[in-house]
C-alpha cells in the first residue's frame, strides 16, 4: 500500500529530513527542484540535494522560493500573500527584533536576511520612504554578506531620490560602489550600480540619460541580461516621456517577448507597451482601432494581475485598461471599464490615478466624460509618482493588517513619504522615465506613468 502524503511527511520529518523542498529558478529558464537552501552569499547560494551540497553563482539566479520557513516567517509571507501588508510587516519586524536581539543562532541560516529584504520590499510597496531607508539600513549592517544586501543599496538609493534627496542617494550609491570593491563582486554589481547612478541623476534627461543607459546597456550585453533590459526599459521610458512611440515601442516589446528581467523592469515594459498600442489605436479606425485596443488592454491587464506588487505601474496600467475598454461600443466593455475606474478610485485613493477614474466614473448626478482626460505632462524623474502609489496602497488592502500591526509597536506610516516599490529583480528594480517634456497630447497615456524604474531579478 502507497503511504498517504502526511504519513510520508511525519516519517521524513522523524528521520530528520526536510519534507518540503526549495527551487531555484535560473536565468536561463530552468530551475533547481527539490533543494534544501542551507546559506546565501553575495558570490553564491549554498544548497543540498539529497545528501550532496552544492552551490549555484548569485548572478544565475532570478528568484528563489523557500517552503521551509519558521512559523512566524511563514505568517507574514501568507498575509503579504493576502495583501494584508499591515500585518505582513508587522510579523516579519516582530522576526527580526527578536533574532537579532537573542543572538541566538536562526533554525535557518539565510532566514534573518530574507526577513530584513521582505520588509525592504514590503515598505515600498505600502509607500513608507522612510521605513524602507531603516529596513535597508539594517539588512546592510546585521546581514553584510547577504546576497540581499546590493538590492538593499539600490532600494536605499531609489527611496532617496524618489523623496527629493539627490545627495542622499548619491552617498548610498557611492557607499555601494566601495562595498562592491570591497567583496570583489560580480562585474554585474558594478552595472548596476552605473544604472542607478545614472537614473539618480537629476542632470541626465533626454539624450544624455539615454546615451549613459545605452552605454550600460551594451556594456551588459548578453552576460547580464537582467541589467540590459532594465536600462533598455528606461531608455524606452525616456522615449514616452518625449511622446516618441515608435522609439519606444520596439524596446518594450523586445523585453516583453524574452523576459530575463525582474518584476519591475517587466511591469514597465507591459505598461509602456500598452501605453504605445493605445496611441497607435487612436490614430486608426474600425477593426483595426479595436484590435490594437485589444492589445493594450492585455498589456495593462497582465500589469494588474501578473505583477501587482509593483504599484509603480498597476494604477496607471489599470486605469488606461479601463479607457481602453471604454472606446468600444459594446455595454459590456464599458461596464468592465467603471469597475476598473472605481477600483483605482478604492484602493488608490489620493492618487492622481484615483483622481483621473473618477473623472470617468459614471453617476446618476453626472455622467461619465466622453473624452479623455486633461493632458498631463510626462513623467518626471524624481516627481512624486511613488508617493502617490504608496499613498493608495493606504487603502482597503493594507488596511486590513493595520490594526496587528500596531498592536506589535509597529508605525503604520500614515502621512509617511513614499518610495518607489523595491527597486529591481524579483525584489523589483526601478527606474522610470525621467526628465522633464512638454504636456502629453490629449489622446496619449505616456507621460501619465510613475518614475524611472530599473528591473532586475533575483
Known amino acids: 500500500m502507497n503511504a498517504s502524503p502526511l504519513r510520508l511527511g511525519?516519517?521524513?520529518?522523524?528521520l530528520g529530513l526536510p519534507a518540503a523542498a526549495d527551487t531555484i529558478y535560473l536565468l536561463d529558464g530552468t530551475s533547481i527542484d527539490e533543494v534544501s537552501i542551507t546559506n546565501e552569499t553575495c558570490q553564491e547560494i549554498e544548497y543540498k540535494d539529497s545528501s550532496k551540497k552544492k552551490t549555484v553563482k548569485t548572478d544565475d539566479v532570478l528568484r528563489v522560493e523557500f517552503t521551509a520557513?519558521?512559523?512566524?516567517?511563514?505568517?507574514?509571507?501568507?498575509?503579504?500573500?493576502?495583501?494584508?501588508?499591515?500585518a505582513a510587516i508587522g510579523d516579519f519586524t516582530t522576526y527580526v527584533e527578536g533574532q537579532l536581539s537573542s543572538g541566538k543562532k536562526p533554525r535557518y541560516e539565510w532566514e534573518p536576511a530574507y526577513a530584513m529584504h521582505r520588509l525592504v520590499e514590503l515598505y515600498g510597496i505600502v509607500g513608507d520612504?522612510?521605513?524602507?531607508?531603516?529596513?535597508?539600513?539594517?539588512?546592510?549592517a546585521n546581514a553584510p554578506d547577504s546576497r540581499h544586501v546590493p538590492e538593499a543599496y539600490l532600494a536605499k538609493a531609489d527611496a532617496q531620490f524618489q523623496t527629493g534627496d539627490a545627495a542622499g542617494a548619491k552617498k548610498t550609491l557611492d557607499a555601494m560602489h566601495d562595498f562592491i570593491q570591497a567583496k570583489r563582486l560580480s562585474p554585474r554589481w558594478d552595472l548596476e550600480q552605473k544604472l542607478a547612478s545614472a537614473l539618480c541623476d537629476a542632470k541626465l534627461t533626454g539624450k544624455k540619460l539615454r546615451d549613459e543607459l545605452d552605454k550600460v546597456s551594451k556594456e551588459a550585453g548578453g552576460n547580464f541580461p537582467q541589467v540590459k533590459n532594465a536600462a533598455d526599459v528606461a531608455v524606452a521610458e525616456s522615449w514616452l516621456a518625449e511622446q516618441k512611440?515608435?522609439?519606444?515601442?520596439?524596446?518594450?516589446?523586445?523585453?516583453?517577448?524574452?523576459?530575463?528581467?525582474?518584476?519591475?523592469?517587466?511591469?514597465?515594459?507591459?505598461?509602456?507597451?500598452?501605453?504605445?498600442?493605445?496611441?497607435?489605436?487612436?490614430t486608426k479606425e474600425g477593426e483595426e482601432r479595436a484590435a490594437l485596443m485589444t492589445d493594450a488592454i492585455e498589456a495593462y491587464m497582465r500589469v494588474v494581475v501578473v505583477y501587482k506588487d509593483q504599484v509603480r505601474y498597476v494604477p496607471k496600467a489599470m486605469f488606461w485598461a479601463g479607457r481602453a475598454l471604454d472606446d468600444s461600443n459594446d455595454e459590456l466593455q464599458k461596464e468592465k471599464a467603471q469597475k476598473l475606474y472605481a477600483k483605482v478610485a478604492r484602493d488608490y485613493a489620493g492618487s492622481k490615478w484615483a483622481e483621473e477614474a473618477?473623472?470617468?466614473?459614471?453617476?446618476?448626478?453626472?455622467?461619465?466624460?466622453?473624452?479623455?482626460?486633461?493632458?498631463?505632462?510626462?513623467?518626471?524623474?524624481?516627481?512624486?509618482?511613488a508617493a502617490r502609489s504608496g499613498r493608495a496602497l493606504r487603502g482597503a488592502s493594507r488596511r486590513r493588517g493595520l490594526r496587528r500591526a500596531r498592536r506589535g509597536g509597529l508605525p503604520t506610516s500614515r502621512g509617511a513619504a513614499s518610495a518607489p516599490s523595491c527597486p529591481r529583480r524579483d525584489r523589483a528594480r526601478h527606474g522610470g522615465a525621467r526628465g522633464r517634456s512638454a504636456p502629453a497630447p490629449a489622446n496619449d497615456p505616456a507621460g501619465r506613468g510613475g518614475p524611472r524604474r530599473r528591473g532586475g531579478g533575483g
Open 10 to 14: 511525519l516519517a521524513l520529518a522523524l
Open 69 to 86: 520557513k519558521s512559523a512566524l516567517v511563514d505568517r507574514a509571507d501568507t498575509a503579504a500573500a493576502e495583501d494584508q501588508l499591515g
Open 129 to 140: 520612504a522612510q521605513g524602507l531607508i531603516g529596513a535597508a539600513d539594517k539588512l546592510i
Open 245 to 282: 512611440f515608435n522609439e519606444a515601442e520596439p524596446i518594450f516589446k523586445r523585453v516583453t517577448d524574452q523576459p530575463k528581467a525582474g518584476r519591475a523592469t517587466l511591469a514597465a515594459a507591459y505598461t509602456g507597451l500598452g501605453d504605445c498600442l493605445f496611441k497607435r489605436a487612436t
Open 358 to 385: 473618477r473623472n470617468f466614473r459614471k453617476s446618476p448626478a453626472r455622467p461619465a466624460k466622453t473624452g479623455m482626460p486633461r493632458a498631463a505632462g510626462a513623467p518626471q524623474r524624481g516627481a512624486p509618482a
